[in-house]
């Protein structure tokens, strides 16, 4: 009998729709198990074979699937998730290295420019005169899996390009602290989910549309100024955090 996959979200895309099902049918399944042929999985979900090798490619990209050439396709072993307390401020590489797990940088780009509109204000600095950031953007992947896309923004009287030539490791806020300066106090964090644009989504292996967890960051200084303004997005699933809450007395 063929699987309703609109049932509970009619007006979602397609590819959304089916990425949705794929993963309830994955949360049945254990690490080796194989799914059925395409013709058969496109008719038990109820999609055309297309959108349906669309979002396997997606999931084989993100280390959630593999293929046997001639075989057929597979469930991937699962990956640990990285847990972490958000009363505690530290870096992804971090997170990981407390779980034994090594991440990569495996996109980086670096880039002195004028701070755009939407970065002053999250630097709460003023429109004038004209300043310049230090935009350090990468992709970083765990057993070669990208997992999160990160973005800080950086005024350049903290911090310049020749700085992280050579040994970054894909966290600014580990390297101000191993420099000792900026003085860091405490960060500031917003949580959201966000729809991955098409930009992200290619960098991530994840398809337009779908669900990010987006972190959005000051990180501020003893003497109360913002020395980084980042931008996270997260892979769910590789990533859970949780927050200690005290009870009002």
């Given at each position: 009998?063929e699987?309703d996959?609109?049932t509970h979200?009619?007006?979602r895309p397609?590819?959304?729709?089916?990425e949705?099902?794929?993963?309830a049918?994955?949360?049945g399944?254990?690490p080796?198990d194989?799914?059925?042929?395409?013709?058969a999985?496109?008719?038990e979900l109820?999609?055309s074979r297309a959108?349906?090798?669309e979002v396997m490619?997606?999931?084989?990209?993100?280390?959630?699937?593999?293929?046997r050439h001639?075989?057929?396709?597979?469930?991937?072993p699962?990956?640990?998730?990285l847990?972490s307390g958000l009363?505690?401020?530290?870096?992804?590489?971090?997170?990981?290295h407390?779980?034994?797990?090594?991440?990569t940088v495996a996109?980086?780009?670096?880039?002195?420019?004028?701070?755009t509109?939407?970065e002053?204000a999250?630097l709460l600095?003023?429109a004038?005169?004209v300043v310049n950031?230090l935009?350090?953007?990468?992709m970083?992947a765990v057993a070669?899996t990208?997992?999160a896309?990160l973005?800080d923004v950086?005024p350049c009287?903290?911090?310049?390009?020749e700085e992280?030539?050579g040994?970054?490791r894909g966290?600014?806020?580990?390297?101000f602290?191993?420099?000792?300066?900026?003085l860091l106090?405490?960060?500031?964090?917003e949580?959201?989910?966000?729809?991955?644009?098409?930009?992200?989504?290619?960098k991530?292996?994840v398809?337009?549309g779908?669900?990010l967890l987006k972190?959005?960051?000051?990180?501020f200084s003893?003497?109360e100024?913002?020395?980084?303004?980042?931008?996270s997005y997260?892979v769910?699933?590789?990533?859970?955090?949780?927050?200690?809450?005290?009870v009002?007395?």
């Amino acid at each position: 009998m063929e699987r309703d996959i609109t049932t509970h979200a009619h007006n979602r895309p397609p590819h959304l729709q089916v990425e949705a099902a794929l993963n309830a049918l994955l949360e049945g399944l254990h690490p080796g198990d194989q799914l059925p042929p395409e013709p058969a999985l496109a008719r038990e979900l109820g999609v055309s074979r297309a959108t349906l090798r669309e979002v396997m490619r997606t999931f084989v990209e993100r280390g959630l699937l593999f293929r046997r050439h001639g075989v057929g396709t597979f469930v991937s072993p699962r990956m640990p998730v990285l847990e972490s307390g958000l009363e505690l401020l530290e870096s992804l590489d971090n997170q990981a290295h407390r779980i034994g797990l090594e991440t990569t940088v495996a996109y980086l780009d670096i880039v002195e420019r004028p701070a755009t509109s939407e970065e002053l204000a999250g630097l709460l600095l003023p429109a004038e005169p004209v300043v310049n950031v230090l935009c350090v953007s990468r992709m970083i992947a765990v057993a070669e899996t990208p997992v999160a896309y990160l973005l800080d923004v950086v005024p350049c009287d903290y911090l310049r390009a020749e700085e992280l030539a050579g040994g970054f490791r894909g966290s600014v806020l580990d390297f101000f602290l191993a420099r000792g300066t900026p003085l860091l106090a405490y960060s500031r964090t917003e949580i959201m989910a966000e729809d991955a644009s098409a930009g992200i989504a290619a960098k991530l292996g994840v398809l337009r549309g779908n669900a990010l967890l987006k972190l959005v960051a000051q990180l501020f200084s003893c003497d109360e100024k913002v020395v980084d303004y980042s931008l996270s997005y997260f892979v769910p699933g590789h990533f859970r955090f949780h927050v200690m809450r005290k009870v009002k007395k």
